[in-house]
Structure formats: structure tokens, C-alpha cells
């Protein structure tokens, strides 16, 4: 009897001890009454730090993030009610781009389920649309289980975010603690290997290409398949473009790669995914914001080729001709060796045409900007960060000009090194996801490329930064603008620019002094690259940096496709 | 078109809503849903009427066989299939109309279950279309409450959705 005893372990070491088991280095999250019993667990052991947020949002942002820089599954713990309803953007934000994370919540009590008690929702409903699954756990004896469910729920297939809701009581309840190794789940089964039959047909269709073009997206950099990419993209001397996500997917710097695709993507990208005749889509959905107006994309003829490990996201915007349902790191794997093994070469001449017109069309320099202004243009900041930090750190962003430019300009060479809220757009992840990404990296140079709009949507992060010295660089693009929303008011509101001027904004300086960082305020083209190789510097590298760059209120970022229209029918900043 | 899609799914709270949930989500139509558990109570069984074009229908079977409790899904209308639904209906049944309203009931084999002096109430299954026929050739002011179960469906002969 006191042998058994001593076996037993209360939920909330039960949650501890799985976390502990997961190998967790970081938990992200808040104190509140649901939790108290998991705190006080927290409290007694070691295993793993818990990082204090100042609000529930940032830590479900942190832990994406962390996700996201490491491919391992990101933990945030939150409370009942508010704790919850503060982080379901958190996790909206890592659904829609399908970053694997667990979210332990509290609940209220069972027996109060259901009677509207004291910072009561109805978490399992609440996120439901957001999450890749969700569980309330009612009896202690399934917590274990359930823990270990949601991490490989997490983790495999297409990855996503899984919400554990635990109530108080279950937290305080006994019960033998065995983490199973694995959970057999008959209704959970993802296909990973490709289709052999498919594979052949599509390694028949590249072999076959006149115009051929590869489409990596996010998937690439979630599936860890870059090298695979990189050597089927070399092997077969193709054009690649990289989605928003996918960047870093297949290095920038590289000939064969024209840059990012889509409304703000480069004019040689969109235009050669709009002329090509065989199209590789390769972890990517061929979503509004990269192919446009889906009827003038199929416009012209082509056959498309897509590889995702996600059924659905087949066949859901654009029909395609060979789809390939799996594991995007086998499948190229087992394309390679198909490729290596077969008789036939790409055809050299049809290529060489092809490349020729490429290069034309590369040859609009579309991301040129004027680069002699007396105002600091936003691009020329991102410029300089990508040489005084040799292209080599780690870029958060918030949403907005900004982001596309970041995109844009900072050439990602290596995957997981940029992470932004691409799906759901979230403004405000910038900071926090840079905490996530520097505690997951302490020796890595990270920065935040931000605007002054975004940055305000959760600054008080920077209490979390100074509390576990969380050296990050902050950039800050001030147009005094919400610019991405003043862009579109100018283009197709007759520059009428209903509250998207930002007023009274703080002293950002003095504001990241109050917090106990350091502030820099950067107002001439000139002082751009001394300010960030300052920060930068050893002096600084235990230092969070606050740099606040006054940019010109009017840029605007170029090329661009109207919603609604064709990838082929961009704007250029020349044209304007 | 309309299309009869059969699901298995885990017995467990909330799988109706999640089902539910992601008809209203992606705006799809859904007609009727019936659910309940199978002889293996673990398991719940569902049929869901939908209607939608070939892309939309093919786009419904994918994202239910994502939802992580789904563990088999089905479309009986690619094949041969049954579909039945039961029908309660109480209606006046007084004078002359009396008699008629149980011929009526006879010629669609439905069952008077329920009996007062002024009512009936009528038990019919068939397809939807038979209990619509039925309910077209009765007199409309008779009709004083309708209650349809939804469609619930099977693959004809050897075709079968078990785990």
C-alpha cells in the first residue's frame, strides 16, 4: 500500500513529469488559479524554464517561435478563461501556418463545468477551428496519455497546434504515473511515402519540361527538406522560387533561385510561374496571396505536379495533374533517385531558352529603390542588417511593409531563420517571436524587423527580454504609418488615409531605457550601417537594442498584384 | 449534387461539434446529419447530406478525413447504396378525412403509432423523396407536426465502412 502511494503522482506533476519526459527545454506562460497546482509543480523541479510573458499571446508567440528556429514542438501553459481567450491568437497564428506546438490550459473544476464559474470558457469550443485537435481532460487517469497524444499530434503529418485543457481538480487528483512511449491512434495514420506510380509520372513530367519551374513552400522548411530540394533543383538545372514561408527553403543568394513569388514577389518569379509548362509545387498550397486571381493563373496551359503531405491542401485552389500526398522529405528523396536512375536528361536546349527569357525578365532589377534619398528608405535598413550581420541571423518580423520588405531584401541562405506570421498576419508577433527564437539560440545574432505600428501590439515584452536578458535587435521601420494599410489607401482609396496615421507615439528611446535596454534613434541614411554595427557589436551582445529608423513615409512596396488580379499583372515601382 | 457521405468516427464529447464545426467554417451546405453509436460503442456512425459541385465534395471527404477522431469516411454516392429516412407525422384525422388520411398512410406503408379521437400520428421511412410525396398528397391543413430524422445510409451488398 505505501509502495503504491509512493508510485502516485497528482495531475500536476503527471504534466510536469510528461513535459520533463518530452525533453522540453522552455515553457512559456502565465500563473493563474486553474494552474496554481501545475505552478507549484513547476516550482519544485528543474528539467525545464519557464519563461514569465506579460501577457498569455506572447507565450503561445514565443513557443511557435521556438518551434519554428528548432523543428521541435513549442510549450506554452496558460490559465482558465482570459489566460485562454489572451492566447487563442497565439494560436490561430500557429495553426494557419502549421507549426507544431502543445498549449496546456487550465480549467475550472469539473464539477463547475458548464456553470459559468470564475474565468470559465469553453476553451475545447473556443479554439476548435484553430487548432489541429484539442482535448478536455476529465478523468487524471487519462492525462499521460492524452500528453503524449497531443505531442505527436503535434509533431507529425502536417504539425499544428494541440490544446491540452485540464481542470483544476484533475490537476489535484492521484493516479499511477507511466508515460507511454508511443500511442497507437487508429484514426490518426498520416501517409509520409509518396505513391510510386505518381512518383514515376512525375519524375516523367520534369523530365519532359520545356518552361519548368519548382514552387517550394513552408512545407520544404517544416519537412527539413532543403538539402533534398537543393539537390533535385541543381540536379535538374531549374528555376526555384520560394513562397513567404518557404524562404530559406532553397538558399537566396543561389542563380537558380528568382526570388520570393506572389503579390509582393519578384517580377522574374511570377512571371515564370505564370509561363511555365510544368510546375513542382512542393510543400506549398497555392494560396491568394501567391498565385492571385486563380482563373487568370490557369489561363495558361500547364501541367502541375504537387507534393504536400496534406490531402487537403490538393486540389483546393488550382487542379492539378500529378498530385503526390506525402512526407515532403521522402518524396523528393525518392524523386532523386528516380531522377538519377533514369535514361533520359532534361531537355538542354528548351532550357537554355528558357533561362534566356528568365534572365530578361531579371533583368527589370524589380526591387530596385532610389538609393541616393536624404530619408532612410526601409529597404536600404534591410540591406544593411544583411551585411552587418553576413546574412547569417535569425529575422522575426511583425506584419505589414516592413515583413515584405524583410522578405524581400534580407536573402535567407539557410532554412528556419525567418520566421513570420504568414497565414494569419498577425501583427505583433515580431518581439515575441524573437524571444522564443534567441532562447532556443543564445549564441545566435537575432533581430526583430518591425514597425512602429506593430511593435506597440506587444511591447510589454520587452519586461520578459529584460527579466531573462534576451540580447535580440530590435529594428524598427517608424513611417509614422500603418503602411501597408496606408499603401492600399493611396493606391485604391483615393489616398484617403482613414486612421492609419500613427499619432502620439512614444519616445521609443526612452521607452526601451524604462524597460532597461538599450534605445537608438536613427534619423539619416548615413547612420544606418554605424547604428546597427553598433549594436551588433560585443559591446552590446548582452544587450537588447531598441533601434528606432525614421523611414520615409511614402514608400511603397513593389511589385505588387492587386487583389483579385494576375500573378502577370504586377504593379512596378518604375511604373508609377 | 447531393451526396450521402458515411463516416466513422471516435465516440468521444464533442466529435458531433467538431463535424459540425467545420461544415459552418468552410460554408459548406450541409442538408441533414444523423449520428449514433455503432454496436461498438466506441465508434459513432454518421451520415451527413451534403450538396456541392465535384471540387467541393471532394474538398469535404478530405478535410473530414483530417479531423484527427474521424477514422473512416465514405461517399455512398460514388456506388450502389440504401438510404432511409423515418418520418413521424401527426395529423387531424376527423370525419370523412379520417378514413382517407389511414388509406393514404397504407399506400405509403406508413403505420398509424398513435391514435385519439381528432389525430393521428403516422410512422413512414423511405427515401426523403417518398416522405416528401407523402406529405404532398395529404391535405396540408391536416398536417399539424412533422418530424424527420435525416437520411441515414449503407452500401448496398458486399460494400461496407467498418474499422
Redesign the interface.
Known sequence: MIYCQFMEATGAEIVVRCLAEEGVEFVFGYPGGAVLNIYDEIFKQNKFKHVLVRHEQAAVHAADAYARATGRVGVALVTSGPGVTNAVTGIATAYMDSIPIVVVTGQVPTPAIGLDAFQEVDTVGITRPCVKHNFLVKDVKDLAVTMKKAFIIAATGRPGPVVVDVPKDVTAHLTEFDYPATVEMRSYNPVVKGHSGQLKRAVQMLLEAKRPMIYAGGGVVLGDASPQLAELTRLLGFPVTNTLMGLGGYPATDKQNLGMLGMHGTYEANMAMQHCDVLLAVGARFDDRVIGNPAHFAREQRRIIHVDIDPSSISKRVKVDVPIVGDVQNVLTDMLALLKQAKEKPDAAALNAWWTQIELWRSRNCLKYNQNSPIIKPQYVVEKLWEVTKGDAFITSDVGQHQMWAAQYYKFDKPRRWINSGGLGTMGVGLPYAMGVQLAHPDAQVACITGESSIQMCIQELSTCKQYRIPIKVVTLNNRYMGMVRQWQEFFYGSRYAESYMESLPDFVKLAEAYGHVGMRIDKPGDVEAALKEAFSPALKERLVFMDFQTDQTENVFPMVEGGKGLSEMILAEEL | MRHIISLL??NE??AL??VA?LFS?RAYNIESLTVAPTEDATLSRMTIVTTGSE?VI??IT??L??L????KVMDLTDGLHIERELMLVKVKAVGAGREEMKRTADIFRGRIIDVTDATYTIELTGTGSKLDAFLEAIDPAFIIETVRTGASGIGRGERSLK?
Not at chain 2, 484527427?68 to 477514422?71: A, E, G
Open positions: 468516427m471516435e464529447a464533442g461539434s467538431r464545426g467554417a471540387d471532394e474538398q478530405k478535410q478525413n483530417k484527427v477522431d474521424v477514422i474499422v
